[in-house]
Nanobody, 126 residues
Framework: QVQLVESGGGVVQTGGSLRLSCAASGRTFITHAMGWFRQAPGKEREFVAAINWNGGYTSYADSVKGRFTISRDNPKNTVYLQMNTLKPEDTALYYC???????????????????WGQGTQVTVSS
């Protein structure tokens, strides 16, 4: 069982930056692929970024490529999402997710992930 707790959300102006953190419980965190997803009101949950177990592979949605960076610190059981040059369309509830299967290439769909956090709100004002 893995528990995930996100933090770092808030309100920021267009062009600003935020860093989200996701703290995971459990001794097997190091084997988990991790992902960030987001969901805006009235929209489906969408993929943002993912990272494999050792940080050697990352992937991003086209809409955030070049602006967001996912990283992980396995000794701290934490995954991060650095978000720069934020836009109003980035406004959403951001979720952290964990896939306990040892994968070199993490999935990009919600069904690939077994554990989810409660989410942290990001609001970008224009």
């Amino acid at each position: 069982q893995v528990q995930l707790v996100e933090s770092g959300g808030g309100v920021v102006q267009t062009g600003g930056s935020l860093r989200l953190s996701c703290a995971a419980s459990g001794r097997t965190f190091i084997t988990h692929a991790m992902g960030w997803f987001r969901q805006a009101p009235g929209k489906e949950r969408e993929f943002v970024a993912a990272i494999n177990w050792n940080g050697g592979y990352t992937s991003y949605a086209d809409s955030v490529k070049g602006r967001f960076t996912i990283s992980r610190d396995n000794p701290k059981n934490t995954v991060y999402l650095q978000m720069n040059t934020l836009k109003p369309e980035d406004t959403a509830l951001y979720y952290c997710a964990a896939d306990p299967r040892l994968r070199e290439i993490p999935g990009t769909g919600p069904s690939a992930y077994e554990y989810w956090g409660q989410g942290t709100q990001v609001t970008v004002s224009s």
